[in-house]
């Protein structure tokens, strides 16, 4: 439709002709824009952000020094091109590649990954949780254009496997937009201050609904792995499940994020455009047990719960076995795991014995118990009123109290207010046994919601707080296994599984790689068929 | 009473709405009698998870297996208990209030109407959504929110006709024979005030149990297992479009509630609206 | 010379909850050119709906049983609604109702209603129109005609309102104007007014007027006929004087004999008018009536002649 | 007119600041720790603290208030927890689109409820009444969510007439913002693309949204003529010979609509309530979601101020209501 218009056409779209008639195809034919479904995050600043939705938007807007990459993941020379590590494992150096462009057409130098620290430092928020107690602002220099160097306070081995969580922002973009010294927040919360494969189009943004974005040319790793590459992504999250089918089915969307339904799978496969790629993620789902309050304080209390799970009933059916039952608490294709520990299992008659057992000990078994899900989230609500039912059966109590993240993760600061039990998943934050077990088993973390079980094991925190020290992987690993081997034993939690992701994906949709960590979001590798 | 009773009969909507909500009251009474498996208001049977209306399960099974038939069934007493007790609540607040501000006058019914404008301004849907979340989720927030909101229409309406009513000549008459303002207030204006209290009240059972829904929808209402028919919507939502009848089944339950209630509520508001009832 | 308005035998019934009920039943009248008949009757005799009859809007409910109504030497009850509305409102017979305050659409200007009539029924341009409203209001001496017509009906007094309506019955130049208690409403200087206008304005635009009203006393000052309705029939009809010197049914002497000076109300009448869904099977008036005989309860009386020419409906003159 | 209006505006300040008081101490009354919430999900306790202090959550309720509301009447909103962006920048954004929403809905079941409405009053008490008001009670008791699926499912899947979700094609570019009102911006940048896709991507949201107004103006329009109807005037007019369709539309309309009008003035408040959930469901770009999203996170900020712009909404709307029933009804004008 040109921008001349008759008398005739008003008078037809009066008549609704023009409202029904189909000017613009349901699916769109142009094969340069993907048209992805991956909720949003919060806003676009990633160093105030950091999340599930943020790695998958950053991965395409940003780039970071070392970067996941594959599946398993493996950590990859990103904007640097290598970094050596002293002995006592405190002094870091990063040698970045020359010429890099920013989106801006400035280019990167060391002065700009220093920067970017220091404002994650400062703003304190999203990625800056894993660094904040082992750097100082100051701590991070360039000695020269394309050297960065970390002084950390402690030996802290994480530090690595964090370092891609941290995006390299334009401090020339950054600067112009501050304001009374927010570090460029308010800007670069809705703008564009990065480097990656595709820019944010101006006046393409609007939180929780549309991000545009079209290709950098000038991306650092230039564009011959693909030769036809979306020139354009065209961000719009669905906000119900129901639609998100629709819009997959019918084709308005090429991709969805990897939180399909279990259930939708089928139906999915069963249509002419779209299909369910499975891929196994680190995700774990856990029912936590506050062992601090009674009966979780009895270790066969907490035995007779982690017995009464029915684990495989869950995933087979409730999953429609998109999941791998996973009995430690790190996922299970993690490094760290005892090979020699055994997980509980389903069974009733072990778990009533473990009541029994628990009673005898003086445990209140029979005090009526909450179980705490985040009502928005369908699969929590249905783990619980599974677990509600068979408890039912060995005569245990339990009510299901729907809540939401924010007053969990509250909650969950005290154990006084922490639930009896509640149920989350341990997202990829980065890809280290820290994230699950030193985070969530270290008692010194007592306070955030990963360690609200309230777990406490003197044996357990010298492991961890060892593990953490140590630079090289194998001298960690053993120090893990012991750790976990002696959670494992101490049952704080319910294990239950390791998230397989389902993602719809429009069959136009080519050359999509997959890495835990962004949950295969990177479009720089994608084709669209015609 | 009684042609009142005929002409409400010779209304074939309002007849309709009554034998609806008959209907409704009688299942919400005979629930576990009624359903077939009253058992799955709690249980889960994860082998017949979402199975298509058939024989056995006429409206189908749900996401952990249970038989809709029976949820819908034994969701009836939960949506009248909910409607019943918000409203009766509302009633409580809203109706003596009304009876004060518009008796009285003066400063004392400048505020009680100013802070029934500001509750009336709060819109019903963003209290009840933020109360609920404030008070963690549940049934009963969900209900403390809707009776917090509904009140003002009964104070409102009960303003109006006591207004009306206290400056007629009746009550004119009855305080010069020197009856007592609460004798003039609860045997003369109550009851000639009430009738369209009670219309109010017949289409807010109805709204209410609308408005439920759709807090449970948003998971702000009543909480699994309960079998609610909002919360069952709610539930579908992950089973869409596939699982049609997860969905159907309870929210026509809630459209055929809804719709008695507001049906037996417009014939009786016929019937007392005296202007109305002339044109028969 | 044909009568103006003739209505014979007329019959309506209303269908109600509680089965039909018997509003009019055999009223006659007859209006001379030229003269003023009264209709006087209680309240609940039918007064109205023989308004609405003669005028073709009857509720839904009501029907026409029997009669006819003779106007100009047309039966208005063959006529379909769209040809009473083309033919008849207005441009031939006018209509003062009762409340003025209540009869003008409140939302809308004076000027605007008595256009709209006029719209339809009067011939001539809306500027035709204009001046034709401003020289009745002039006559009828409501002050400022010009601004009036843009005033809203509030915004008149009582009087000056029925002045506007009385303008408004005549705007399109009708033979017939019928009033229906144009005068209740009205404080007692007020009505006296009116009624002065009205009997000047019948001889200056050669009208016949058709009172309507429950007070003997307005009757009594203006008309020149008589017709007195008891419970949806016509019990005696004729000359106003003829009636007033020696009135002959026993209901008009009743009226007459509580009010010696000219009756304005009915509470002198022991008893209650039968219900017009169960009527006796006798004389309606048996039941109150001072001079009643044997037989008056078996069968109704027909209409009968009294010495003086009067109509009347009474075993005493069949 | 004027004053009247003025003198409304003012009355509704007092009215405005107690709905802003009920809904801060509701709002601070809950358990949700606002710091919590803004330092996200991977915080450690002492970012938490940090920002405790930054905000001055830690001050006494009464101090924080007053603070609140310095802030306010400088049209600051604070920052949002969940997007850390100014909430008074994101609530401009997204009401064009929500208002715009409500507005369609308002002109689909205005334009559809008047004539049915008086329709239903004309045939009272007939089968066409009586289907009238059965409908129209359907709709009100229909949920919005299931009849905004069976749309979806029937005229963007089965039929592929209208979309699914969003306000605009994917592949369709942005017309510069200068009103917000999308519909408007095309106009001015004379895409005329953009505003017929936008045209049909607001038909099923709208379509949703009306229909509980559509059936709720149907009903009152019928009471409304039908109490009119029986008014003296409308039999003095009949008599007088007034043509039938002008009788009705015009004359006898006109004062049937108080109640009706009044009924559109709830409505609105209704109606950005009730976008709440077809906003979600149909990704349509507004203040509903928004508002979704602040209660699962527990943003305050964001809560409150939405409040206070739907309470503020719905007192312009009620004086707005005020006005047209002045200027239906002469009389109601000079009494105030």
Same mark, same amino acid.
């Given at each position: 439709?040109?921008?001349?218009?008759? *008398?005739?056409?008003?008078?037809?779209?009066a008549?609704?002709?023009?409202?029904?008639?189909?000017?613009?195809?349901?699916?769109?034919?142009?094969?340069?824009?993907l048209?992805?479904?991956?909720? #949003?995050?919060q806003?676009?600043?990633?160093?105030?952000?950091?999340?599930?939705?943020?790695q998958?938007?950053?991965?395409?807007?940003?780039?970071?020094?070392?970067?996941?990459?594959?599946?398993?993941?493996?950590?990859?020379?990103?904007?640097?091109?290598?970094?050596?590590?002293s002995?006592?494992? #405190?002094?870091?150096?990063?040698?970045?590649?020359?010429?890099?462009?920013?989106?801006?057409?400035s280019?990167?130098?060391?002065?700009?990954?220093v920067?970017?620290?220091?404002?994650v430092?400062?703003?304190?928020?999203?990625?800056?949780?894993?660094?904040?107690?082992?750097l100082?602002?100051?701590?991070?220099?360039?000695?020269?254009?394309?050297?960065?160097?970390f002084?950390?306070?402690t030996s802290?081995?994480?530090?690595?496997?964090?370092?891609?969580?941290?995006?390299?922002?334009n401090?020339?973009v950054?600067?112009?937009?501050?304001?009374?010294?927010?570090?460029?927040?308010?800007?670069v919360?809705?703008?564009?201050?990065?480097?990656?494969?595709?820019?944010?189009?101006?006046?393409?943004?609007?939180?929780? /609904?549309? #991000?545009?974005?079209?290709i950098?040319?000038?991306?650092?790793?230039?564009?011959?792995?693909?030769p036809?590459?979306?020139?354009?992504?065209?961000?719009?999250?669905?906000?119900?499940?129901?639609?998100?089918?629709?819009?997959?089915?019918?084709?308005?969307?090429?991709?969805?994020?990897?939180?399909?339904?279990?259930?939708?799978?089928?139906?999915?496969?069963?249509?002419?455009?779209?299909?369910?790629?499975?891929?196994?993620?680190?995700?774990?789902?856990?029912?936590?047990?506050n062992?601090?309050?009674p009966?979780?304080?009895?270790?066969?209390?907490?035995?007779?719960?982690?017995?009464?799970?029915?684990?495989?009933?869950?995933i087979?059916?409730?999953?429609?076995?998109?999941?791998?039952?996973d009995?430690y608490?790190?996922?299970?294709?993690?490094?760290?795991?005892?090979?020699?520990?055994?997980?509980?299992?389903?069974?009733?008659a072990?778990?009533?014995?473990?009541?029994?057992?628990?009673?005898?000990?003086?445990?209140?078994?029979? *005090?009526p118990?909450?179980?705490?899900?985040?009502s /928005?989230?369908?699969?929590?609500?249905?783990?619980?009123?599974?677990?509600?039912?068979?408890l039912?059966?060995?005569?245990l109590?339990?009510?299901?109290?729907?809540?939401i993240?924010?007053?969990?993760?509250?909650?969950?600061?005290?154990?006084?207010?922490?639930?009896?039990?509640?149920?989350h998943?341990?997202?990829?934050?980065?890809?280290?046994? /820290?994230?699950?077990?030193?985070?969530?088993?270290?008692?010194?973390?007592h306070?955030t919601?990963?360690?609200?079980?309230?777990?406490?094991?003197?044996?357990?925190?010298t492991?961890?707080?060892?593990?953490?020290?140590?630079?090289?992987?194998?001298?960690r690993?053993?120090?893990?296994?012991?750790?976990?081997?002696?959670?494992?034993?101490?049952?704080?939690?319910?294990?239950?599984?390791?998230?397989m992701?389902?993602?719809?994906?429009?069959?136009?949709?080519?050359?999509?790689?997959?890495?835990?960590?962004?949950q295969g979001?990177?479009?720089?590798?994608?084709?669209?068929?015609? | 009473?009684k042609?009142?009773?005929?002409?409400?009969?010779?209304?074939?909507?309002?007849?309709?709405?009554?034998?609806?909500?008959?209907?409704?009251v009688?299942?919400?009474?005979?629930?576990?009698?009624?359903?077939?498996?009253?058992?799955?208001?709690?249980?889960?049977?994860?082998?017949?998870?979402?199975?298509?209306?058939?024989?056995?399960?006429?409206?189908?099974?749900?996401?952990?297996?249970?038989d809709?038939?029976s949820?819908?069934?034994?969701?009836?007493?939960?949506?009248?208990?909910?409607?019943?007790?918000?409203?009766?609540?509302?009633?409580?607040?809203?109706?003596?209030?009304?009876?004060?501000?518009?008796?009285?006058?003066?400063?004392?019914?400048?505020?009680?109407?100013?802070?029934?404008?500001?509750?009336?301004?709060?819109?019903?849907?963003?209290l009840?959504?933020?109360?609920a979340?404030?008070?963690?989720?549940?049934?009963?927030?969900?209900?403390?929110?809707?009776?917090?909101?509904?009140?003002p229409?009964?104070?409102?309406?009960?303003y109006g006709?006591?207004?009306?009513?206290?400056?007629s000549?009746?009550?004119?008459?009855?305080?010069?024979?020197?009856?007592?303002?609460?004798?003039?207030?609860?045997?003369?204006?109550?009851?000639?005030?009430?009738?369209?209290?009670?219309?109010?009240?017949?289409?807010?059972?109805?709204?209410?149990?609308?408005?439920?829904?759709?807090?449970?929808?948003?998971?702000?209402?009543?909480?699994?297992?309960?079998?609610?028919?909002?919360?069952?919507?709610a539930?579908?939502?992950?089973?869409?479009?596939?699982?049609w009848?997860?969905?159907?089944?309870?929210?026509?339950?809630?459209?055929?509630?809804v719709?008695?209630?507001?049906?037996?509520?417009?014939?009786?508001?016929?019937?007392?609206?005296?202007?109305?009832?002339?044109?028969? | 010379?044909?009568?103006?308005?003739?209505?014979?035998?007329?019959?309506?019934?209303?269908r109600?909850?509680?089965?039909?009920?018997?509003?009019l039943?055999d009223?006659?009248?007859?209006?001379?050119?030229?003269?003023?008949?009264?209709?006087?009757?209680?309240?609940?005799?039918?007064?109205?709906?023989?308004?609405?009859?003669?005028?073709?809007?009857?509720?839904?409910?009501?029907?026409?049983?029997?009669?006819?109504i003779?106007?100009?030497?047309?039966?208005?009850l063959?006529?379909?609604?769209?040809?009473?509305?083309?033919?008849?409102?207005?441009?031939?017979?006018?209509?003062?109702?009762?409340?003025?305050?209540?009869?003008?659409?409140?939302?809308?200007?004076?000027?605007?209603?008595?256009?709209?009539?006029?719209?339809?029924?009067?011939?001539?341009?809306?500027?035709?129109?204009?001046?034709?409203?401003?020289?009745?209001?002039?006559?009828?001496?409501?002050?400022?005609?010009?601004?009036?017509?843009?005033?809203?009906?509030?915004?008149?007094?009582?009087?000056?309102?029925?002045?506007?309506?009385?303008?408004?019955?005549?705007?399109?130049?009708?033979?017939?104007?019928?009033?229906?208690?144009?005068?209740?409403?009205?404080?007692?200087?007020?009505?006296?007014?009116?009624?002065?206008?009205?009997?000047?304005?019948?001889?200056?635009?050669?009208?016949?007027?058709?009172?309507?009203?429950?007070?003997?006393?307005?009757?009594?000052?203006?008309?020149?006929?008589?017709?007195?309705?008891?419970?949806?029939?016509?019990v005696?009809?004729?000359?106003?004087?003829?009636?007033?010197?020696?009135?002959?049914?026993?209901?008009?002497?009743?009226?007459?004999?509580?009010?010696?000076?000219?009756?304005?109300s009915?509470?002198?009448?022991?008893?209650?008018?039968?219900?017009?869904?169960?009527?006796?099977?006798?004389?309606?008036?048996a039941?109150?009536?001072?001079?009643?005989?044997?037989?008056?309860?078996?069968?109704?009386?027909?209409?009968?002649?009294?010495?003086?020419?009067?109509?009347?409906?009474?075993?005493?003159?069949? | 007119?004027?004053?009247?209006?003025?003198?409304?505006?003012?009355?509704?300040?007092?009215?405005?600041?107690g709905?802003?008081?009920?809904?801060?101490?509701?709002?601070?009354?809950?358990s949700?720790?606002?710091?919590?919430?803004?330092?996200?999900?991977?915080?450690?306790?002492?970012?938490?603290?940090?920002?405790?202090?930054?905000?001055?959550?830690?001050?006494?309720?009464?101090?924080?208030?007053?603070?609140?509301l310095?802030?306010?009447?400088q049209?600051?909103?604070?920052?949002?927890?969940?997007?850390?962006?100014?909430?008074a920048?994101?609530?401009?954004?997204?009401?064009?689109?929500?208002?715009?929403?409500?507005?369609?809905?308002?002109v689909?079941?205005?334009g559809?409820?008047v004539?049915?409405?008086?329709?239903a009053?004309?045939?009272?008490?007939?089968?066409?009444?009586?289907?009238l008001?059965?409908?129209?009670?359907?709709?009100?008791?229909?949920?919005?969510?299931?009849?905004?699926?069976m749309?979806?499912l029937?005229f963007?899947?089965?039929?592929?007439?209208?979309?699914l979700?969003?306000?605009?094609?994917?592949?369709?570019?942005?017309?510069?913002?200068?009103?917000?009102?999308?519909?408007?911006?095309?106009?001015?940048?004379?895409?005329?693309?953009?505003?017929?896709?936008?045209?049909?991507h607001?038909?099923?949201p709208?379509?949703?949204?009306?229909?509980?107004?559509?059936?709720?103006i149907?009903?009152?329009?019928?009471?409304?003529?039908?109490?009119?109807?029986?008014?003296?005037?409308?039999?003095?007019?009949?008599?007088?010979?007034?043509?039938?369709?002008?009788?009705?539309?015009?004359?006898?309309?006109?004062?049937?609509?108080?109640?009706?009008?009044?009924?559109?003035?709830?409505?609105?408040?209704?109606l950005?309530?009730?976008?709440?959930?077809?906003?979600?469901?149909?990704?349509?770009?507004?203040?509903?979601?928004?508002?979704?999203?602040?209660?699962?996170?527990?943003?305050?900020?964001?809560?409150?101020?939405?409040?206070?712009?739907?309470?503020?909404?719905?007192?312009?709307?009620?004086i707005?209501?005020?006005?047209?029933?002045?200027?239906?009804?002469?009389r109601?004008?000079?009494?105030?």
């Open positions: 439709m040109t921008a001349k218009i008759t *008398r005739r056409q008003l008078a037809g779209l008549a609704g002709t023009v409202v029904t008639g189909g000017l613009i195809p349901a699916r769109a034919a142009d094969t340069t824009t048209v992805s479904g991956f909720q #949003l995050p806003n676009l600043d990633p160093h105030q952000v950091y999340d599930v939705p943020m998958a938007m950053m991965l395409n807007t940003y780039d970071n020094l070392y970067r996941y990459q594959n599946d398993p993941p493996e950590i990859v020379a990103w904007l640097a091109e290598s970094h050596t590590v002995d006592d494992g #405190l002094t870091w150096e990063f040698k970045l590649r020359p010429g890099i462009k920013f989106h801006d057409g280019e990167m130098t060391a002065e700009d990954v920067y970017s620290f220091r404002r430092l400062a703003l304190a928020l999203g990625p800056a949780g894993a660094f904040l107690k082992i100082k602002p100051e701590n991070v220099t360039a000695p020269d254009k394309l050297t960065v160097r002084k950390l306070e802290y081995a994480p530090f690595f496997a964090a370092i891609p969580s941290v995006c390299i922002v401090p020339r950054v600067k112009a937009h501050e304001k009374d010294g927010d570090w460029g927040k308010a800007y919360a809705s703008n564009d201050a990065g480097s990656g494969p595709y820019k944010i189009v101006s006046e393409g943004y609007r939180p929780l /609904e549309y #991000l545009d974005m079209e950098f040319d000038d991306h650092f790793l230039g564009w011959k792995h693909n036809k590459p979306v020139r354009k992504i065209a961000g719009r999250p669905t906000k119900e499940t129901s639609t998100r089918i629709l819009s997959l089915i019918n084709g308005t969307i090429d991709w969805t994020d990897g939180n399909l339904p279990a259930d939708q799978v089928d139906q999915i496969n069963a249509s002419k455009l779209a299909f369910v790629q499975k891929d196994v993620v680190m995700k774990t789902f856990v029912i936590r047990m062992n601090a309050k009966p979780f304080d009895n270790i066969n209390a907490r035995k007779a719960f982690a017995h009464a799970f029915n684990y495989d009933g869950f087979k059916e409730i999953l429609a076995g998109y999941a791998t039952r009995p608490p790190q996922p299970e294709t993690l490094w760290g795991i005892p090979k020699d520990a055994k997980g509980y299992d389903y069974d009733l072990k778990a009533k014995e473990y009541v029994a057992k628990a009673v005898a000990e003086g445990a209140p078994m029979k *005090r118990l909450e179980i705490h899900v985040q /928005e989230n369908e699969q929590s609500v249905q783990g619980a009123q599974l677990f509600q039912s068979d039912a059966q060995i005569g109590n339990v009510k299901v109290v729907g809540d993240w924010s007053n969990l993760t509250n909650a969950a600061a005290k154990p006084e207010t922490t639930p009896d039990m509640w149920v998943w341990v997202s990829t934050y980065f890809v280290d046994p /820290e994230n699950w077990v030193g985070q969530m088993y270290d008692s010194q973390f306070g919601w990963k360690a609200s079980s309230y777990y406490k094991n003197a044996e357990v925190d492991l961890l707080r060892k593990a953490r020290a140590l630079v090289k992987q194998e001298e690993e053993p120090l893990y296994e012991a750790a976990i081997r002696q959670i494992m034993a101490d049952c704080p939690d319910i294990w239950i599984y390791n998230s992701q389902l993602q719809g994906i429009n069959k136009r949709v080519k050359g999509r790689r997959f890495c835990t960590v962004g979001a990177e479009v720089r590798w994608v084709t669209l068929e015609s | 009473m042609p009142i009773l005929r002409k409400l009969a010779r209304d074939v909507p309002a007849m309709l709405g009554l034998a609806i909500v008959l209907f409704v009688l299942v919400a009474v005979l629930g576990p009698l009624l359903a077939p498996y009253p058992g799955d208001a709690s249980a889960s049977h994860l082998l017949q998870r979402l199975k298509p209306p058939g024989a056995g399960h006429p409206f189908g099974t749900d996401n952990l297996g249970r809709i038939f949820r819908v069934i034994l969701g009836a007493r939960g949506a009248l208990a909910i409607a019943l007790t918000v409203v009766g609540v509302a009633m409580l607040i809203g109706v003596p209030l009304g009876l004060l501000a518009g008796y009285r006058g003066g400063w004392l019914s400048e505020t009680i109407m100013r802070v029934t404008d500001i509750v009336l301004a709060i819109p019903q849907l963003v009840a959504l933020a109360l979340q404030l008070m963690s989720p549940s049934l009963e927030t969900a209900m403390l929110a809707l009776s917090l909101t509904y009140w229409f009964f104070t409102r309406i009960v006709e006591t207004r009306r009513l206290s400056s000549l009746f009550v004119d008459a009855l305080r010069g024979v020197g009856a007592g303002t609460g004798r003039i207030v609860f045997l003369h204006i109550l009851p000639n005030a009430i009738s369209p209290v009670i219309v109010r009240a017949t289409i807010g059972l109805g709204f209410t149990i609308l408005v439920a829904a759709v807090l449970g929808f948003l998971g702000m209402g009543a909480t699994p297992p309960t079998p609610d028919w909002g919360l069952a919507i539930e579908s939502r992950l089973y869409l479009p596939r699982a009848w997860y969905a159907t089944f309870p929210g026509l339950a809630i459209l055929l509630t719709m008695g209630f507001n049906l037996l509520g417009d014939g009786l508001r016929d019937l007392v609206d005296p202007r109305i009832r002339r044109s028969r | 010379m044909i009568p103006v308005l003739d209505v014979r035998g007329l019959k309506v019934t209303i109600t909850d509680d089965g039909p009920a018997e509003v039943d009223v006659g009248l007859t209006l001379e050119r030229g003269r003023i008949l009264g209709v006087v009757g209680e309240s609940g005799c039918g007064k109205s709906t023989l308004i609405r009859a003669i005028m073709g809007i009857l509720p839904k409910a009501a029907s026409t049983e029997a009669g006819e003779w106007f100009e030497g047309e039966n208005l063959v006529f379909s609604e769209r040809e009473l509305n083309a033919q008849v409102r207005s441009s031939r017979i006018g209509f003062i109702p009762q409340d003025p305050l209540l009869a003008l659409n409140p939302v809308f200007k004076v000027g605007t209603q008595l256009l709209e009539v006029m719209r339809w029924h009067a011939p001539g341009s809306r500027r035709d129109h204009v001046a034709r409203l401003v020289m009745l209001l002039r006559r009828m001496q409501v002050p400022d005609p010009e601004n009036a017509l843009e005033r809203y009906p509030h915004q008149f007094s009582g009087g000056q309102r029925q002045r506007l309506l009385i303008a408004a019955a005549l705007s399109c130049a009708p033979k017939l104007v019928i009033a229906d208690e144009p005068t209740t409403a009205l404080d007692v200087t007020t009505q006296h007014q009116i009624l002065l206008l009205l009997r000047e304005l019948v001889a200056e635009f050669g009208l016949s007027l058709l009172f309507v009203t429950h007070d003997f006393g307005v009757v009594a000052e203006l008309c020149d006929d008589l017709c007195v309705i008891y419970a949806g029939q016509t005696e009809a004729g000359p106003m004087r003829a009636i007033l010197q020696a009135p002959s049914h026993p209901y008009t002497r009743a009226l007459l004999a509580c009010h010696p000076d000219r009756a304005t009915f509470i002198g009448i022991p008893g209650l008018v039968p219900s017009p869904l169960t009527r006796p099977s006798g004389c309606l008036f039941a109150r009536c001072a001079d009643v005989r044997a037989g008056c309860a078996e069968a109704r009386p027909g209409q009968g002649r009294a010495a003086s020419g009067v109509q009347v409906r009474c075993v005493q003159f069949t | 007119m004027a004053r009247f209006v003025l003198r409304r505006c003012v009355l509704v300040l007092p009215s405005l600041l709905l802003l008081v009920v809904t801060f101490l509701l709002i601070h009354a809950g949700a720790d606002p710091a919590a919430a803004l330092a996200g999900d991977a915080a450690t306790p002492e970012q938490i603290a940090r920002l405790r202090l930054q905000y001055g959550f830690d001050r006494p309720l009464w101090e924080q208030f007053v603070l609140y310095n802030k306010v009447s049209l600051d909103f604070g920052e949002s927890a969940f997007s850390h962006r100014p909430v920048h994101d609530i401009l954004q997204r009401l064009p689109a929500t208002l715009e929403l409500t507005f369609a809905a308002l689909l079941s205005i559809l409820g004539p049915l409405g008086v329709a009053a004309v045939k009272h008490n007939s089968w066409p009444d009586y289907l008001r059965l409908l129209s009670v359907m709709g009100i008791a229909v949920a919005a969510f299931w009849f905004a699926i749309l979806q029937f963007a899947m089965n039929l592929a007439w209208l979309p979700r969003g306000d605009l094609a994917s592949t369709m570019v942005r017309p510069p913002v200068v009103t917000g009102f999308m519909l408007l911006d095309a106009l001015i940048a004379g895409r005329w693309d953009v505003f017929f896709d936008h045209l049909r607001l038909v099923l709208a379509v949703t949204l009306g229909l509980g107004g559509l059936a709720t149907v009903r009152f329009t019928r009471a409304g003529v039908l109490d009119t109807l029986q008014q003296d005037f409308v039999f003095y007019e009949r008599a007088m010979g007034y043509r039938w369709p002008r009788l009705i539309w015009i004359f006898v309309l006109r004062n049937s609509l108080t109640a009706t009008v009044t009924q559109i003035g709830l409505l609105f408040g209704g950005i309530a009730g976008g709440v959930v077809v906003e979600s469901i149909f990704d349509w770009p507004g203040i509903g979601s928004y508002t979704v999203q602040a209660i699962l996170t527990g943003d305050r900020q964001v809560m409150l101020a939405v409040t206070l712009l739907v309470g503020t909404v719905y007192a312009a709307v009620n707005l209501v005020d006005v047209v029933h002045g200027l239906l009804d002469p109601l004008m000079e009494r105030a």
